[in-house]
């Protein structure tokens, strides 16, 4: 009898852990978002979110040319962000799972008009993690979306989800995540670049048709809650030399019209300098970077190489400053250098100013030395 009832209640026991996973849902019960877009007009807020197939992540298999990994865009508006996140549960089909979310896209509308909401209503959502890369865009969002994968491959493995990957084989503008906006929203003088996201139809095609693919064209200048400028890449050009986050850049070498070769700069160091004459701030700016030699296209002497890439990225990195300040955006952050060094003046000078607090003027960044130290010219001489 004591067997009997040994037996009974173990079975029981075992029933109850059995059935205790009838409610377990799997990878195929959610929806996985991987970007989100966000748009402001007119007092409406629009919501574009990518959805993606969570097997395809991490896919490698051989596919046909024309088959991009597939992409699905929601969209839905409201009268609040969370009122349009709520219209787009209405028609998801499936449980939406934010934690995969890669990628946050503004429209210029909503830059210029409603970041501060933003930035305080999306972190309040507990399942959204503060490493979301943060881009800008004047491209339509779900544009965007229908054409951020590129080739067979996997469909996370793009400028859009892993932009420091080719930030690192060329640099230009460093892309920025959703913790450093965050950090630096209450930082005085602070400016952050939200790199803009462009929309490229014809650089690469495949055997029946062009592919259109995304670029990184310039930024938006973001300082106390307000992205109102936009810098095209021509603009910026002096952002990748001043810019500690830089790993690979290449300066084009010319003389009197004629190309002379390439020179790839790494490692930059800074040291920046700002002293007060007459109550207004004089900076003066120290760059330095190793230099290696990549292309030699006419008889060429290393020290000629030295002296054209010092001279340009003094005069690029000068022009890119005076461009900020026509645009009152202090793209330097040196108004931010000087709060953390000189807070007192840094107050005196913001309250005088009649720009909005930007104290500096074009001719406040008084000199810009460069040093490139050639470390070598690959296994050639500098004859082509």
């Not at 990628?103 to 210029?112: D, N, R």
């Not at 709060?339 to 009649?354: D, E, F, G, I």
Request: hydrophobic fraction near 40%; charged fraction near 25%; charge should be positive.
């Amino acid at each position: 009898m004591k067997k009997i009832v040994g037996t009974a209640v173990t079975l029981f026991a075992a029933g109850l852990v059995i059935t205790g996973c009838w409610d377990v849902k799997t990878v195929s019960d959610y929806n996985f978002v991987t970007a989100m877009g966000i748009d402001y007009n007119a007092g409406k807020y629009t919501i574009y979110v990518e959805l993606m197939d969570f097997g395809d992540m991490g896919s490698q298999e051989e596919t046909s040319a024309d088959d991009r990994s597939k992409v699905w865009v929601g969209k839905s508006e409201g009268e609040t962000l969370y009122e349009a996140i709520n219209e787009l549960y209405k028609t998801s089909q499936q449980n939406l799972y934010w934690d995969h979310l890669m990628a946050i896209v503004f429209s210029e509308g909503a830059l210029k008009n409603e970041i501060n909401v933003f930035f305080d209503s999306i972190p309040r959502f507990p399942q959204i993690r503060y490493n979301t890369w943060v881009f800008g865009t004047r491209e339509p969002i779900d544009d965007l979306f229908k054409n951020s994968t590129f080739f067979n491959l996997s469909p996370i493995s793009n400028l859009l989800h892993n932009p420091k990957v080719l930030h690192n084989q060329l640099s230009y503008i460093s892309p920025i995540r959703l913790n450093t906006v965050l950090a630096n929203a209450e930082e005085k003088g602070e400016t952050d670049l939200i790199p803009r996201l462009t929309l490229k139809p014809k650089s690469w095609e495949n055997e029946t048709k062009f592919q259109t693919v995304l670029k990184m064209s310039g930024a938006y200048a973001l300082n106390s809650g307000k992205a109102e400028q936009k810098f095209n890449e021509k603009q910026l050009e002096g952002i990748r030399w001043v810019n500690l986050k830089t790993r690979r850049a290449v300066v084009p070498i010319s003389k009197d019209g004629k190309r002379l070769g390439s020179l790839l700069v790494i490692k930059p160091k800074k040291k920046t300098k700002i002293v007060l004459q007459a109550g207004k701030p004089v900076i003066s700016l120290h760059i330095k970077f190793t230099g290696v030699v990549e292309e030699v296209l006419m008889p060429s002497k290393a020290k000629q190489f030295k002296e054209i890439a010092e001279k340009k990225i003094a005069e690029e990195v000068l022009e890119t400053y005076r461009t900020g300040i026509t645009k009152h955006a202090d793209v330097y952050d040196f108004q931010q250098y000087l709060y953390r060094r000189k807070p007192k003046a840094y107050r005196t000078l913001t309250a005088a100013s009649a720009n909005d607090g930007l104290f500096l003027t074009e001719d406040s960044l008084r000199n810009v030395k460069v040093t490139v130290n050639i470390a070598h010219s690959s296994m050639y001489d500098m004859e082509p």
